[in-house]
């Protein structure tokens, strides 16, 4: 009998842990941004559709279980599935990676990956240099077709994305930016990898990887200095999707463009990242 105890709170508290480092995300509906890009993510796992006359670039894979919400998403748009020529990720953990594999295999799309981050990839998250001995954050490893570097651009027909390093809250943890069109006028748009700083890290003294404090500093400065029109993110909550998204019919002005939302984003997760680290510099 108490074997069977052990073994019932055992497997509660595993499927609590699992529920608590990624909720099921719920679906949302597919909408078009601006320009060539659209919206095809979840409530809250943030994806992205770039259509052009020569096949379409998705950014970001999420977990394996959302890859066919995001394919009913493409469709429900009116653009086919198969025609993902590029995929890209903002960075490797499971739930914005876990689903390339899946997608590769049904699209026969180039995987492209920050250098940085392309053995998380390839491992399946078992590299990961705070995850690597937590079997919940593995996903399923998958190949990269092209190892990209900070500031490389992705091109397809007339579309081009630039990939910024912003490491910290992965080694390769990706930042993109792209300029889109609309209605005749130029936007720039940054899709944010992440600032997070996840519970648990360790940005003093950390052996498996000594530069993470240094890597945040880096990534904060780097998106200080990026122009941005349209704010974008890995996570919805970033950059506020439910709230624009229902304005978005509404409002005379589109409510994605939201450079000041941009900034306060940064700064937030700025003052974040120090307090953090004078908090644990203070420990030491």
Same mark, same amino acid.
């Not at 910024?164 to 130029?186: A, E, F, I, N, R």
């Given at each position: 009998?108490?074997?069977?105890?052990?073994?019932?709170?055992?497997?509660?508290m595993?499927?609590?842990?699992?529920c608590?480092?990624?909720?099921?995300?719920?679906?949302?509906?597919?909408f078009?941004?601006?320009?060539?890009?659209?919206?095809?993510g979840?409530?809250?796992?943030?994806?992205?559709? &770039?259509?052009?006359?020569? #096949?379409?670039i /998705? =950014?970001?894979?999420?977990?394996? %279980?959302?890859?066919?919400?995001?394919? +009913?998403?493409?469709?429900?748009?009116?653009?086919?599935?198969?025609?993902?020529?590029?995929?890209?990720?903002?960075?490797?953990? &499971?739930?914005h990676?876990? #689903?390339?594999e /899946? =997608?590769?295999?049904?699209?026969? %799309?180039?995987?492209?990956?920050?250098? +940085?981050?392309?053995?998380l990839?390839?491992?399946?998250?078992?590299?990961?240099?705070?995850?690597?001995?937590?079997?919940?954050?593995?996903?399923?490893?998958?190949?990269?077709?092209?190892?990209?570097?900070?500031?490389?651009?992705?091109?397809?027909?007339?579309?081009?994305l630039?990939?910024?390093?912003?490491?910290?809250?992965?080694?390769?943890?990706?930042?993109?930016?792209?300029?889109?069109?609309?209605?005749?006028?130029?936007?720039q748009?940054?899709?944010?990898?992440?600032?997070?700083?996840?519970?648990?890290?360790?940005?003093?003294?950390?052996?498996?990887?000594?530069?993470i404090?240094?890597?945040?500093?880096?990534?904060?400065?780097?998106?200080?200095?990026?122009?941005?029109?349209?704010?974008?993110?890995?996570?919805?909550?970033?950059?506020d999707?439910k709230k624009?998204?229902?304005?978005?019919n509404?409002?005379?002005?589109?409510?994605?463009?939201?450079?000041?939302?941009?900034?306060?984003?940064?700064?937030?997760?700025?003052?974040?990242?120090?307090?953090?680290?004078?908090?644990?510099?203070?420990?030491?």
């Open positions: 009998m108490m074997k069977k105890i052990v073994a019932l709170f055992a497997m509660i595993l499927w609590h842990h699992v608590f480092a990624y909720p099921i995300p719920n679906s949302f509906p597919p078009h941004i601006a320009g060539n890009l659209y919206y095809v979840t409530d809250d796992l943030a994806s992205y559709l &770039i259509v052009t006359s020569k #096949g379409n /998705l =950014i970001n894979s999420d977990l394996e %279980a959302n890859v066919k919400m995001i394919k +009913a998403s493409i469709e429900k748009l009116g653009f086919k599935f198969s025609d993902t020529k590029i995929l890209l990720i903002s960075h490797a953990h &499971i739930d990676a876990a #689903g390339s /899946l =997608i590769k295999q049904q699209t026969k %799309a180039e995987y492209m990956v920050m250098d +940085a981050d392309v053995p990839v390839q491992s399946g998250g078992k590299s990961d240099f705070y995850y690597a001995n937590d079997s919940a954050m593995y996903f399923r490893p998958s190949t990269v077709d092209k190892v990209l570097h900070d500031g490389d651009q992705v091109k397809l027909d007339e579309t081009v630039t990939a910024h390093l912003t490491p910290g809250h992965t080694k390769g943890c990706t930042s993109w930016t792209m300029q889109v069109t609309d209605h005749g006028k130029p936007y748009v940054v899709i944010v990898g992440s600032l997070n700083v996840n519970p648990g890290y360790q940005l003093v003294h950390n052996k498996n990887y000594p530069a404090a240094q890597d945040y500093e880096h990534a904060i400065n780097v998106l200080k200095s990026l122009p941005c029109d349209i704010f974008l993110g890995a996570h919805a909550v970033y950059f999707l624009k998204y229902a304005l978005l509404s409002s005379v002005t589109n409510p994605f463009i939201d450079p000041i939302g941009y900034k306060k984003h940064i700064a937030q997760k700025e003052w974040e990242f120090y307090q953090e680290l004078k908090k644990q510099t203070t420990a030491y």
